[in-house]
């Protein structure tokens, strides 16, 4: 705010609350400024801020700036109090004089401004005699803080043989100093080690190539960059960074060969592929820069051959073509190597290649025998006789063309022998006929040996193709099945036929049809020769009768074309089917097998009837042995169980009363037999039940009879252990005819009588005429 504004607003508010307020700076300078500040309505007084110096260090608090108030009459009754940031630690105020002073020591970095409200009341009232106004303590720095290169360390990676200029990286530094106040946080750069190769800008910190360097002369170099604050002036701070600088390879080297010459040897019995030797030429590059491809110039004879092994850089010579001793016993090659990626800015300097030679002798060695051909092709006629030449096989020891050598067939163990060689000559002949339709082809191997030392063998491949000559009758390719229906006219078509041979023919097979002359004038039928090797049957009449004759034989003649040409008879048998027109194969071959069978139509139903009659009563027999099957097999001795309960007319004492039932009545007709004489038993029952007409169920003579039957139950060891229910027949003082139990029934005791029937009533009459004295009773 100008002074004119202040003066205005001075003049309007005097009467309202005049004041002023001084401020003094205790800087070198002792200048004091005096403010009059404006009181307004609801707002704080404003103030130039004021400042203090950094790092001061004072035994006594530090005099920064007063506040007076033109209503202080220096009598003590006015307060003045100090709020807000570091009011009271670092700030304190005078509250008589309003004079404010810092008690300990500021740094800007920590804090660069400090906020602070001030007021000034009466101390009697408490009340305010100056509005609470707002002002700000500014730290002035100073040059406390050097560079730091936060960043490093630094590494940075650029092309050899770069041109001057060029950037490779930059460096930045940094200062915690103010830069808005002095020369505090001002930078330079400068290069303390790495000249001459690197410079540095001053002001950026942009490190750059100062000549060209090469990789495979010094591949790192370590450069010192130095940043110094207040511009590099005396009392500067500064600080320091290392850079590494690495640089990278380009394919500025050509391959050079450490040899200008090679001599290496190879045998004369390795085998294609065998190394002969490696050959190195020498980058001086890395990585692919480094790679390289080998090539053999001036190798005419196509022997030798090189690959470049792509982890060693290494040219590895190998055998491309068998070598012989005594045909060349020393060989001369030249061979390149080429870088694989060229940079083109040095080809103009030299070609990115070198060259070497290399001399190779041939070693002798006792070879095998050699054939003279690697694969033998002959011919033989199919047929010849045992013995017959098929051809010669020659080999020879390169070492010394007299020594001898001992040929043999390698014979397969599961095939058959069908050749032989003469082990001095290589004659090779047959051991038994040839045929040309079994094999046409035979492949037998030739070993050669030589006679002074056996291991040396070589082999060779004998392909032995057998000529045809015409040996095979043309033939039916298949059965046919002709049929001619018994109404058909003369003239009819009823079979086309065809032929095969197995000989084989150069100008192509070629047959001809006919009838057997003993045939041609009395057959029914006639053969018409399609000269495109088919023939078609025809019939010679009209209408055919299956009870004259149910089948025709037909002999037909086929012959060949060959040389001598072969002819063969083959039957054509015709069936004579019932039909019009249309022949029903399915009938006719039903037909024709009955008349095999020599059977009629009603005499194959009726054998057919009797099959099935047959069938039928198979099936039933089965069905009634199933359903026996299905009888439950205990039903005997369910009928044995039956048979043995005895009820009687007492009810029970419930389920406590377990005196109350006989479990002897559940056991088999064996177990009982043996504990008690059937007679007996019976007999008891009968003397029981002429006692029971009379006496009733509470009588003694029952309770006798249960007692008795409960006694044998408890004393019976086969009887289960468990209690069971045993009913036992009363008929009660009523009844005439008693108990109709068959307890006891089982027996044909002779000596036992039934005359007691008798006496039942005229219902028992015919019971009674049944059992007599003389009969015996039976289940």
Known sequence: MNSSVLLRLMAMLVQLWPCSLSMQNSSAQNTVQSFTPVRRVKRSWLWKPLFVTEEQISPDPLYIGQLNSDLDKQDGNLKYILTGEGAGSFFVIDEYNGKIYVTQKLDREKKPFYTLRAQAINRSTNLPVEPESEFIIKVRDINDNEPQ?????????????????TSVTQVTATDADDPSYGNSARLLYSLLEGQPYFSVEPKTGVIRMASQMDRETKEQYLVIIQAKDMVGQPGALSATATVTINLSDINDNPPEFQQRLYYMSVSEEAPVGTTVGTVFAEDRDTGDNAAMDYFIEADSSGVFNIITNNETQEGIILLKKRVDYESKRRYSIQVKAVNRYIDERFLKEEPFEDTTIVKINVEDADEPPVFTLENYMMEIVEGAMNGALVGFVTARDPDDEESPVRYSIVHSTHLKRLFSINEHNGAIITTEPLDREIASWHNITVTATETRNPEKISEANVYIQVLDVNDNAPEFPKNYETFVCENTVSGQLIQSISAV????????????????????????????????NTAGIFTGKSGFSRQEQFFFYLPILIRDNGTPPLTSTNTLTVTVCDCDTEVNTFYCRYGAFMYSLGLSTEALVAVLACILIFLVFFLAIVTIRQQQQKKPPFSEKMEEFRENIVSYDDEGGGEEDTEAFDISALRTRTVMRTHKPRKKVASEIQSLYRQSLQVGPDSAIFRQFISEKLEEANTDPSVPPYDSLQTYAFEGTGSLAGSLSSLGSNTSDMDQSYDYLADWGPHFKQLAGMYSSHRTVGD
Not at 149 to 165: H, I, K, N, Q, R
């Open 149 to 165: 290169f936060l960043d490093g360390p630094y590494v940075a990676t650029v092309p050899e043989m770069s041109p001057e200029g």
């Open 501 to 532: 041979d197995q000989d084989d023919s150069a100008e192509g097979h070629h047959f001809f049809f006919s009838l057997a002359q003993e045939d041609a004038n009395r057959s029914h039928f006639t053969v018409k020769d399609n000269q495109d």
